[in-house]
């Protein structure tokens, strides 16, 4: 059976034409580390007042929560840069056209705007899901910058949805079941889905409603409009008198319908609003959400990833942690820690993205999947918030180094850099970022789903560089990127000062306040080659483990300096399904080949080895930061987003033992795993000696003999080829 086409397929039919339509912890949900809501309001009020506060659902404190998004603000560099081009972005785009959808639907005049097109047309089955980013986005950008211009777009946005709801509550035609609905179409697209109507004849209603809510719940939190959280909670109020009134059996089969039943972060942004309003109609409607055959299986530890939609179930299990924060029911979260595990360990390219096509493939297949489709950029958008959500459950490290692969390597690499004037007209932002040979990024997506959370992305940088203990007794620095945190109910305001992604030493300075609390610096896994950390000039003694934090404890003064400098590495990673397909780092950075090209590029990389067993003695600096060259090629850092063909992944050619310029002419046979003679060779390196070296051969020459990949004479040619090398030398 054939599948439906997918949403890009779709979109690059309606392009053409779209254009020529006329038309807190416990109060503010951990989402988006919010910051500028004012005392929860109750469900009355306008834009910018908060009436009398309502009743709260206090979900369990967290051992480690966010700061708020605008307290942290972002130093010079490339994350600014690129911060700033969708800044231009969200002040010059016209409110008008993002609310066209929402008036045409409610009968009221457009005035005279067209919608932006892509999805987001005025006859679209996805229309309106735009419009939440948008919500978002200007939320997010108000919170970081206090642009009164911003507030001012914010409000009005709200302002005329709020309009929009009474419309179609006074006069819809149809009229509504609930006065609290609001959407950019009617509600015909909510009732197909209850009688099991597959796309593309209705789209992912409930993913377009979670979109307008989580844009309302964020005009709220970050931008203090009480308005917003009226909307939001009556959205909340009709979600609880539709699926909240069928039966679970119903609300199963709907959820497992390709695309249609895609409902997005439902459940999280219920479970958020009922934080905020204290209902427990919104607690029950999250619920409503359990996607019940996938998250058992998760929480048992069943891997049925296989042929499901990525981006359609990766947060579903942000929202089953926001209901076990409510529930404290354990197969929530265990299904969440295990899903991440599925995705992350055996599903993740090395830029940190998943899925072919915006799909799951098998566990491993990762060389027998790079095209030109690999990694939805909403897939990592949605990994990364799951990510953050675990860790403030269990701060291990391994969900912020997943963290920082992500945001470097992928979020990074999706936004066009530019040499002219900005683009106002488009967020220029990837939707599938490809991993194959010779591919080329695609930048545009107005209108798109990864339009919308590219809006995002690159306005919220800065939400996870710090965090701090529950108790407020600890500060994790968990991102080495130029920022300044402000931690008023300490009085403290931290500078950070960095060339991130560039390599080089990262300076924490204690600008204001002090007092006794724990520092925890974040020791990345790729901080192999070394992490030193020095307070006021002097090096600490404290041991240093990668994939770790390393915590200083002292009582801290103004003008305090704490020097943290890991120096990079180059290193490979291989695909797990074929080791010889391998990605090149730079510490954190992941490197792309330039080519033309577009077959696999071949490297190899041995026969230039020192006893050291440094990648540095075969690949060159090119003298510009992480950019290098090999091969005759240059090697440039992903996230440098331009239109040019690169190759991320390459074939490892090393297919006879050679040291130096010595050739034993016995084929690099390789074992069951796909490592080769020379792989497991190397990996025991530095060697101290040559003598060290060649007895090291012995050994792996041995074991390859003892397990019959080599015979006996292969076994004394390659001894003896490294007993008599003089080209394998120190460094």
């Not at 639907?105 to 309106?128: F, I, K, Q, V, Y």
């Not at 992490?531 to 404290?542: I, Y």
């Not at 020192?610 to 005759?632: N, Q, V, Y």
């Not at 991320?648 to 080769?676: I, K, Q």
Request: glycine share 10%; with cysteine; proline share 6%.
């Amino acid at each position: 059976m054939s599948r439906p086409p997918t949403r890009r397929g779709l979109l690059r039919l309606a392009a053409g034409t779209a254009a020529a339509v006329p038309l807190a912890q416990a109060t503010a949900p951990a989402h988006a580390a919010t910051g500028a809501a004012p005392d929860a309001p109750g469900m009355a009020g306008t834009a910018g007042t908060a009436p009398g506060r309502a009743a709260t659902a206090a979900a369990p404190a967290l051992p480690v929560q966010p700061f708020p998004l605008g307290q942290v603000a972002l130093g010079d560099g490339v994350f600014r840069r690129k911060r700033d081009l969708m800044l231009d972005y969200a002040r010059a785009y016209p409110a008008d056209r993002i609310l066209a959808v929402f008036r045409a639907n409610a009968g009221l005049d457009t005035r005279g705007a067209r919608p932006p097109g892509g999805w987001e047309t005025a006859d679209g089955n996805l229309r309106g899901h735009y419009g939440g980013h948008f919500l978002t986005l200007v939320a997010q950008a108000y919170a970081d910058t206090r642009e009164a211009a911003l507030k001012t777009k914010l409000d009005y946005l709200v302002g005329a949805l709020g309009e929009c709801r009474q419309a179609l509550a006074d006069h819809g035609s149809p009229r509504p079941s609930h006065p609290g609905y609001l959407a950019a179409y009617p509600e015909t697209q909510f009732v197909l889905l209850e009688s099991y109507t597959t796309y593309p004849t209705i789209w992912a209603p409930y993913y377009t409603c979670h979109k307008i809510m989580r844009g309302l719940l964020d005009a709220y939190t970050l931008g203090g409009n009480a308005q917003a959280l009226t909307l939001a909670s009556g959205m909340g109020d009709w979600v609880h008198s539709r699926p909240g009134a069928l039966p679970k059996a119903q609300l199963e089969r709907m959820w497992s319908i390709y695309i249609a039943g895609e409902y997005g972060g439902m459940n999280e942004v219920l479970a958020d609003l009922h934080a905020l309003t204290g209902r427990p109609e919104h607690l029950a409607a999250a619920r409503c959400f359990d996607n019940t055959a996938l998250l058992d299986a998760c929480a048992e530890d069943r891997d049925i990833l296989e042929g499901r939609h990525a981006n359609q179930h990766i947060p579903q299990f942000t929202g089953y942690l926001r209901l076990y924060d409510h529930t404290g029911e354990e197969r929530y979260a265990a299904a969440a820690r295990t899903f991440w595990d599925m995705v992350t360990e055996s599903r993740t390219y090395s830029l940190g993205g998943t899925g072919q096509g915006e799909m799951f493939r098998a566990r491993g297949a990762i060389a027998a999947t790079l095209d030109d489709k690999n990694a939805e950029t909403c897939a990592t958008y949605n990994m990364l918030k799951l990510s953050r959500q675990l860790f403030f459950h269990t701060p291990d490290p391994v969900y912020m180094d997943h963290y920082e692969r992500g945001l470097t390597n992928h979020i990074l690499a999706s936004r066009r850099d530019t040499g002219g004037a900005p683009s106002t007209s488009s967020p220029e932002v990837t939707y599938f970022v490809g991993m194959g040979p010779g591919v080329v990024r695609e930048y545009g997506n107005i209108g798109t789903c990864c339009g919308g959370t590219g809006m995002e992305n690159h306005t919220k940088y800065q939400d996870s560089v710090y965090f701090r203990s529950a108790d407020g007794n600890a500060l994790y620095v968990n991102l080495y990127l130029a920022s300044t945190l402000r931690w008023p109910e300490k009085g403290l305001v931290v500078e950070q000062t960095s060339d991130y992604p560039a390599e080089g030493v990262r300076t924490l300075i204690l600008r204001e306040g002090g007092g006794t609390f724990d520092l925890r610096l974040r020791v990345p896994s790729w901080a192999t080659a070394g992490f030193t950390v020095t307070v006021n000039g002097v090096p600490q003694r404290a041991e240093a483990v990668p994939g770790s934090y390393l915590t200083l404890t002292r009582n801290w003064r103004r003008g305090d300096r704490v020097g943290v400098l890991a120096p990079y590495r180059l290193r490979i990673e291989r695909a797990l399904d074929d080791p010889a397909v391998q990605s090149l780092f730079h510490g954190p950075v992941l490197l792309a080949a330039r080519s033309q090209a577009t077959g696999f590029r071949s490297f190899s990389f041995y026969k230039d080895f020192t006893l050291r067993g440094d990648l540095a003695d075969a690949i060159d600096p090119e003298g510009r930061p992480s950019h290098f060259t090999t091969h005759g090629l240059t090697l440039a850092p992903f996230h440098l987003a331009d239109d040019a063909r690169y190759h991320a992944y390459f074939r490892r050619a090393e297919p006879v033992v050679v040291f130096g310029a010595t050739d034993s002419g016995v084929p690099n046979r390789a074992r069951g795993d796909g490592l080769t003679f020379l792989d497991v060779l190397w990996a025991r390196a530095p060697f101290a000696a040559s003598g060290d070296f060649v007895r090291a051969v012995g050994v792996v020459a041995d074991l390859w003999l003892s397990e019959g990949r080599f015979t006996r004479a292969e076994r004394d040619r390659v001894v003896a080829a490294a007993s008599g090398v003089t080209q394998v030398r120190h460094a």
